[in-house]
């Protein structure tokens, strides 16, 4: 209320005064500012950011398209050769045993959108309940190291730092956003790589993740190339390709396209 006031009783012509501490009192200068000259002194023209179109159920104008459903293109296998996932239904499927895949190109620092799900059938071939680790497994690995669980963690209990969304071994995400099983699911996820000088860290990775819209990973520290034994350790590396892990489960993937940051 008593800004309100003030502002009114400034209005139209509110002014500024600025001594000058120079010379005597009788030549001190004064300067009169309006509203709108004191609050252009604080606004930022440079740079403009550039114009990204994002249609709604879309991919953004600038982002590089990895899988539109179609082809496998974009991903080979990380044991030589063609990517030998199974393709249909606009989705990729893990084939067990042939392997992880990754992308062709090389990324640093990006945003990821990828889209996943995983089987209905919750029980091995042996009729039996899939359970923790061994119930749909697989990952995102960004600069083929640093993997993002994808796991069905839907009343599903495992170690909370290997559950979906978990940065492996690592971080705990901050809530279960799991769906059901036989449901598509979404990670976006911002990846900062980490920056290394010579041989030697100069800056650890970071990741922020949301997991079907809410936020699970908040800009947490990676702490070194995910490890199944033994504590994550940095190795220098440059910028390396987007990985997809073959854990033997056939969950499936789509629509995943990525903008280089
Ligand atoms: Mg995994």
Known sequence: MK???LTKALAPTAVA???????????????????WQLAQETEVWEPVPPVVSAP??????????LFNGKDLNQW??????????TLGKGAMTVAAGKGDIRTKESFCD?????????????KGADGKLLEGQGRSNSGVFFQERYEIQVLDSHNNKTYPNGQAASVYKQTIPLAN??????????????????KFDGDKLAKPGYVT??????LVQNHVEIQ??????????????????????DHGNPVSFRNIWLRKL
Not at 21 to 31: D, I, L, N, R, V
């Open 76 to 85: 080979e296998s990380v044991n030589g050769g063609a990517a030998a996932w």
């Open 110 to 122: 990006v945003q990821l959108h990828i889209e996943w799900k995983t089987p209905n059938d919750i």
């Open 17 to 35: 005064f600025v001594a000058c501490a120079f010379g005597s009192p009788a030549m001190a200068a004064e300067t009169k500012k309006e509203l």
């Open 3 to 5: 800004k309100t006031l």
């Open 177 to 194: 956003a799991t769906r059901a099983p036989g449901e598509w699911q979404t990670y976006d996820i911002i990846f900062t790589s980490p």
């Open 56 to 65: 709604e159920k879309g991919v953004p104008s600038d982002a590089v398209v």
């Open 209 to 214: 993740v949301l997991h079907n819209g809410v």
């Open 224 to 245: 070194g190339a995910t490890e199944w034994i033994g504590k994550p350790s940095y190795k220098a590396h440059g910028c390396a390709p987007i990985r997809l892990q």
